[in-house]
T-cell receptor, first 113, second 116 residues
Framework: DAKTTQPPSMDCAEGRAANLPCNHS???????VYWYRQIHSQGPQYIIH???NNETNEMASLIITEDRKSSTLILPHATLRDTAVYYC??????????????FGKGTLLTVNP | GAVVSQHPSRVICKSGTSVKIECRSL??????MFWYRQFPKQSLMLMAT?????????EQGVEKDKFLINHASLTLSTLTVTSAHPEDSSFYIC????????????FGPGTRLTVT
């Protein structure tokens, strides 16, 4: 089962920041937090990932709390094309140097005009 | 970001036949590839993980004799659905990552399989 909890849906106005929360209270010290999004009938798109520090790239910012039990994905200026299901995933070590991503139900973000 | 392609994008086959889906990493060496399945209005379910040159590791409940996975090179993995049945109709998605511990995992665009 997924180790994360996300709200099932959120709305955001176009041009405003979208803040998507994720709880991962059972995360271990060496487990990364990954964020992906999936637009209908397409493969998931990588957004960002982090371990302890906050991260930022051209798509989004990832804020991880100091205790690492939760994180927030921030889309600074949401557009209509950002409407998608957003998945917060804790990457799990599956043995040796192998890792796997287990998807939960995600958050359906709807950006409204 | 890195590019992962899949072929075909959609396929229709008759019940009882086999179908092969290809997954390629176009601009990086994929030491590990993953195959997922997604039914309508559901999340992605991991089917198996394969490391280049090794046998795939299947998730619990996934029949390895039905879903044959080959990862013979650092840029290509194939999933063959053998003796397909209508209940195998689904969206099959592959993903790939390189050897680094902190590597991103990139996903292909998916293959829509319909078994009639």
């Amino acid at each position: 089962d997924a180790k994360t909890t996300q709200p099932p849906s959120m709305d955001c106005a176009e041009g405003r920041a979208a803040n998507l929360p994720c709880n991962h209270s059972t995360i271990s010290g060496n487990e990364y937090v990954y964020w992906y999004r999936q637009i209908h009938s397409q493969g998931p798109q990588y957004i960002i990932h982090g371990l302890k520090n906050n991260e930022t790239n051209e798509m989004a910012s990832l804020i991880i709390t100091e205790d690492r039990k939760s994180s927030t994905l921030i889309l600074p200026h949401a557009t209509l094309r950002d409407t998608a299901v957003y998945y917060c995933i804790v990457r799990v070590n599956s043995g040796g140097s192998n890792y796997k991503l287990t998807f939960g139900k995600g958050t359906l973000l709807t950006v409204n005009p | 970001g890195a590019v992962v392609s899949q072929h075909p994008s959609r396929v229709i086959c008759k019940s009882g036949t086999s179908v092969k889906i290809e997954c390629r990493s176009l601009d990086f060496q994929a030491t590990t590839m993953f195959w997922y399945r997604q039914f309508p209005k559901q999340s992605l379910m991991l089917m198996a993980t394969s490391n280049e040159g090794s046998k795939a590791t299947y998730e619990q409940g996934v029949e390895k004799d039905k879903f044959l996975i080959n990862h013979a090179s650092l840029t290509l993995s194939t999933l063959t659905v053998t003796s397909a049945h209508p209940e195998d109709s689904s969206f099959y998605i592959c993903s790939a990552r390189d050897w680094r511990e902190s590597s991103e995992q990139y996903f292909g665009p998916g293959t829509r399989l319909t078994v009639t």
